[in-house]
C-alpha cells in the first residue's frame, strides 16, 4: 500500500467497486430470500457501470489532456466520491 497519486485513484476505483459489489450483494440476497429475484437486478448494476464507472475510466484517460494537472485530478476524486456516497446512500436506504 503506498500513498503515491495515482496509489489513491486506483483505491477510489477499488471503492466505487467495493460499494457497488456491497449493494449489489444486499439487494441480491433480499431478493433471493424474498423470492423475487429478477434479471433486471443485475441488469442494473450493469447500467450503473456503464454511466458511473466508464466516466470514472475516460476521465482517466483525459488526465493528460488536462494543462494544469490537477483540474482531471480534482474532479475524478469528486466524482468517485460522488458514486461511493451513493451507493452508502442507497445501503442505508435498503435497510430502512
Known amino acids: 500500500m503506498t500513498f503515491s497519486l495515482e496509489s489513491w485513484m486506483?483505491?477510489?476505483l477499488w471503492g466505487v467497486f467495493g460499494f457497488m459489489l456491497l449493494?449489489?450483494?444486499i439487494s441480491f440476497v433480499k431478493s433471493f430470500w424474498e423470492g423475487s429475484f429478477r434479471p433486471a437486478l443485475v441488469l442494473?448494476?450493469?447500467k450503473d457501470i456503464l454511466y458511473y464507472v466508464l466516466p470514472?475510466?475516460?476521465l482517466l484517460s483525459?488526465?493528460?489532456f488536462d494543462p494544469t494537472g490537477w483540474i482531471a485530478v480534482i474532479f475524478y476524486f469528486i466524482c468517485g466520491l460522488a458514486v461511493m456516497i451513493k451507493y452508502v446512500l442507497d445501503i442505508i436506504k435498503r435497510f430502512q
Open 56 to 58: 470514472l475510466n475516460v
Open 62 to 64: 483525459m488526465i493528460s
Open 10 to 12: 486506483v483505491y477510489t
Open 44 to 46: 442494473g448494476y450493469m
Open 23 to 25: 449493494d449489489f450483494l
